[in-house]
């Protein structure tokens, strides 16, 4: 025969108490001038019954939903690209499970503040983690302003919590591998527009290897990509047809890369005798591209725990630190390694 569930009723009767007292105790709210007696009472007869609370009532009793949000404030065709996405989930999905959480998914194509400021005004999410929210965003300013708890994921705002990488010392890396290896004419293909962070970093690791190297910045040899394989195949078709084309190219983010491929071999050029192409992320396509990209490693996952981790502190009202900025590697393939 099965074994009767202990309610929170039966807590009550052994502690003498009424419901109401068993759930402000259980869950801790702090408004409701309990004794000290009489939370020591409730909590040694919740331990003595072996009391598991129902998730339902935790949840209303204090107030939060036991929901976290993981938002991309992006148009479909850009979240296409994100083909990362799964490892940063899973980092997070084990602080999710770890925690008894929900997680909900979205991509916000527009109106972005008002979705933002919705969800979590609503209180249908206790906390918020984004993925490269743009610098010009006033749903963060406001969201700042209210003290909810969010984290960013590749976008470093001076009153929110943030995890990214050394996306500057990452790309300076990627240049400085290029530079071993005898060139000297290196290209640079962006991964966004400059309003984001992680595009202005990249491009400074860029412009701090060829400094260092006492290369003077060509900026004809600057080009920018938007997201797809298609921008670094229209990118790389304009540096193509400059009077001196470049012998190397660093692109900063690995689709847009496996476009820039794309266009070289269009040219009956090849990689890297003619071109040597790095990278940027690792996504899990790199290894198969034709031939092996050379590039820089992202680490995902561990982004993705993190960023559950800073969340949940905040959620708890636990310190955290303001920033957690993680290191890349390079990880050399094909693409690349052909010495001059």
Known sequence: MNRRKITSHDVAARAGVSRTTVSYVLN?????????????????????????????????AGHRSHIIGLVFPRTHPHLATHLFLLQILEGLMAVVQEQGLRLIVDS??????????????????????????????????????????????????PDLCSVDVDNRRGAQQAVEHLLALGHRRIACITNVPTTFTQTDMRLLGYQDALAQAAIALDQSLIAEGLYSPESGIAAMQ????????????????????????????????????????VGFDDVPLARHAHPPLTTVRMPTVEMGRRAGELL?????????????????????????????
């Open 28 to 60: 801790n709210v702090e408004t409701a001038n309990i004794s000290e007696p009489t939370r020591l009472r409730v909590l040694d007869a919740a331990d003595e019954l072996g009391y598991v609370p129902n998730a339902a009532a935790q949840m209303l």
């Open 108 to 157: 916000v194509e527009s109106n972005v503040e008002s979705a933002y400021l919705d969800l979590a005004r609503a209180k249908r999410i206790d906390g918020l983690i984004l993925i490269d929210a743009p610098g010009d965003d006033r749903a963060l300013q406001r969201l700042a302003q209210d003290d909810f708890p969010i984290v960013t994921l590749g976008y470093n705002h």
């Open 238 to 277: 304009r540096l193509l047809a400059l009077p001196q084309r470049p012998t190397a190219v660093f692109v900063a983010s690995d689709v847009i890369a496996f476009g820039v491929m794309t266009a070289i071999r269009a040219q009956g050029l090849a990689i890297p005798q003619d071109i040597a192409v």
């Open 312 to 340: 949940c502190d905040q959620i708890m009202g636990r310190s955290v630190a303001p920033r957690a900025l993680l290191e890349t590697e390079l990880v050399v393939r094909a693409s690349s390694f052909c010495s001059l």
